[in-house]
């Protein structure tokens, strides 16, 4: 009997539709609920087919879920490896960019010491 009401109390929902284990994927941030999930998934064997009230399953939830709480991560691992390498070829670019400005400064300023001369040189 406490087995039943334990397996009934699992697939509650709250009124999002959702399910203690779809709660545990939705606020997963920065893996902080992976003991909570592994154990309802391992341990007590929800069902993992229910979705919530927008049709998503327990599985769309984790790492999909817009957070919109100052300091949470943005997004998958993958996402912040893509912001990260997009981050550097930026910063590598504009590395690039400055390179090119200063050789071209440089080679200006060369030309003008080099017409200054040019011009003494005449005057005498």
């Not at 400055?98 to 080099?114: G, L, P």
């Amino acid at each position: 009997m406490s087995h039943c009401f334990r397996q009934m109390f699992l697939d509650a929902r709250n009124n999002l539709g959702r399910t203690a284990l779809m709660e545990a994927c939705a606020e997963d941030l920065a893996c902080s609920h992976a003991a909570v999930v592994r154990g309802l998934c391992e341990g007590h064997y929800v069902n993992l087919l229910l979705r919530d009230c927008q049709g998503r399953r327990a599985l769309e939830l984790l790492g999909t879920v817009e957070r919109r709480r100052p300091g949470t991560p943005s997004g998958t691992g993958l996402r912040e490896e893509m912001l990260i390498e997009n981050r550097d070829e930026l910063i590598f670019d504009l590395r690039e960019e400055d390179r090119k400005k200063k050789e071209q400064e440089q080679a200006q300023h060369r030309e003008n010491v080099i017409k200054r001369y040019m011009q003494e040189a005449r005057e005498l």
